[in-house]
């Protein structure tokens, strides 16, 4: 099946698609994965990335997701980069040790 649509139709698409505001965790369900860059020009590239998404973000909040939730993690994608996890509903309903048996 083939979908027609006009540029200006896509382009609202992906704007809502990718800035639509919502937390960290339906970030990273939306990219799957966000490059990690320790370098600060700026800001560093995670943080920016949240903060376009994420209302209220402030720097590092993605590492309470990482650390404390378990809904994502730090590893390699060609770059450092944050991951989501594989089974975000498992990890939110159980402890972290139960998930990885479910995974």
């Known amino acids: 099946m083939t ?22 965790a339906g970030t990273m369900e939306r990219l799957a994965t966000v490059q990690y860059d320790p370098l600060n020009p700026v800001g560093r590239n995670s943080d920016l990335v949240f903060q376009a998404r994420v209302p209220g973000y402030q720097v590092d909040d993605w590492q309470k997701v990482a650390y404390s939730d378990r809904l994502i993690y730090d590893a390699w994608d060609k770059q450092v980069s944050l991951c989501k996890s594989r089974s975000t509903r498992a990890i939110k309903s159980s402890t972290f ?7």
């Open 97 to 103: 040790s139960e998930s990885i048996h479910m995974a």
């Open 3 to 24: 979908l027609d649509i006009s540029r200006e139709q896509a382009r609202r698409f992906l704007a809502l698609y990718h800035f639509t505001p919502t937390d960290v």
